[in-house]
Nanobody, 121 residues
């Protein structure tokens, strides 16, 4: 069982930056990969980025590659998403998710409640 709590969302102007955090509790944090997803109004939830248990394997959606950076601190049981050069189309609720396995498998068994990111033009 893993509990996930996101924070760090807010309102920012286009071109600005935000850093999201996801605090995990319950199951040992280093036992599983983690990912970020987002869902914009009227759209389906989409994959943003994923990181393996050690941080050695990282994946990004093409839409955020070069602008977003996913990382994790296993000592603090926390996942991060540094978002730079934000665009209005990045506006969405951002969710963190715990993968079932140590490396990215695309199957998730726990989700956070989400944090709103709004980018104004």
């Amino acid at each position: 069982q893993v509990q996930l709590v996101e924070s760090g969302g807010g309102l920012v102007q286009a071109g600005g930056s935000l850093r999201l955090s996801c605090a995990a509790s319950g199951r040992t944090f280093r036992d599983y990969a983690m990912a970020w997803f987002r869902q914009a109004p009227g759209k389906e939830r989409e994959f943003v980025a994923a990181v393996s248990w050690s941080g050695s394997s990282i994946y990004y959606a093409d839409s955020v590659k070069g602008r977003f950076t996913i990382s994790r601190d296993n000592a603090k049981n926390t996942l991060y998403l540094q978002m730079n050069s934000l665009k209005p189309e990045d506006t969405a609720v951002y969710y963190c998710a715990a993968d079932r396995y140590e490396y990215y498998s695309g199957t998730y068994y726990s989700w956070g409640q989400g944090t709103q990111v709004t980018v104004s033009s």
